[in-house]
């Protein structure tokens, strides 16, 4: 069964450093998301990207986050300059379909921000 | 502000009993309605969704909507200890917008 794959499966970093998170959405797939996971809270949406362009993001998703599609098949989350609040689970989904709730999770990215 | 509203539980079911999970949601013009899985330190996983008022089954599941009282339902039937787990209620508000909006999830028990 098709599926989306991150890495790495777990991060710890310094306060201030800059983190890449990657993701492989379903190879069908057009769009893709983000969204994080705080522990003990809500699924919260970061952004979403269709056709190599943020298609919506959130107000969390300020200045010191971007997301690139580099190849065919990643599709990468930055932060720039990682806060202590930062620290969450990142999932990155894919849909078939635009404004589509049908979502395909990937397994999560921990960030640990020390 | 758009909300989704969860009991968090957790709710405590015997194995082979009904589980009613419900969820209200704030934005009026929502669109479609989501239940998502988790499990404990996994990614959410789809199991319902329903567009229209009114019931949608799919095997043990009915997923039921009311859009005049905003309210969403999960009804599992024949509750199985696999089927212990959060169940977070996802709304989308359509009209251009891609995000969903989550609750903050019921935590289900089923008791063997």
């Known amino acids: 069964e098709p599926e989306v794959t991150q890495t790495p499966s777990h991060q710890v970093t310094q306060m201030g450093q800059e983190v890449i998170l990657r993701c492989v959405p379903i190879s069908n797939h057009l769009y893709f998301y983000w969204y994080r996971q705080i522990l003990g809270q809500k699924v919260e949406f970061l952004v979403s990207f269709y056709n190599n362009e943020i298609s919506e993001k959130s107000e969390i998703f300020d200045d010191q986050f971007s997301v690139e599609r580099p190849d065919g098949s990643n599709f990468t989350l930055k932060i720039r300059s990682t806060k202590l609040e930062d620290s969450a689970m990142y999932f990155c989904?894919?849909?078939?379909?635009?404004?589509?709730?049908?979502?395909?999770f990937g397994e999560g990215s921990r960030l640990t921000v020390l | 502000q758009k909300e989704v509203e969860q009991n968090s539980g957790p709710l405590s079911v015997p194995e082979g009993a009904i589980a009613s999970l419900n969820c209200t949601y704030s934005?009026?013009?929502?669109?479609?309605f989501f239940w998502y899985r988790q499990y404990s330190g996994k990614s959410p996983e789809l199991i319902m969704f329903?567009?229209?008022?009114g019931d949608k089954e799919d095997g043990r599941f009915t997923a039921q909507l009311n859009k005049a009282s905003q309210y969403v339902s999960l009804l599992i039937r024949d509750s199985q200890p696999s089927d212990s787990a959060t169940y977070l209620c996802a709304v989308h508000s359509g009209g251009g917008a891609d995000g969903l909006t989550f609750g903050k999830g019921t935590h289900l028990i089923i008791q063997p």
């Open positions: 934005d009026r013009g929502s669109q479609s």
């Open positions: 989904a894919s849909s078939e379909v635009r404004e589509s709730g049908e979502l395909f």
């Open positions: 329903i567009y229209s008022n």
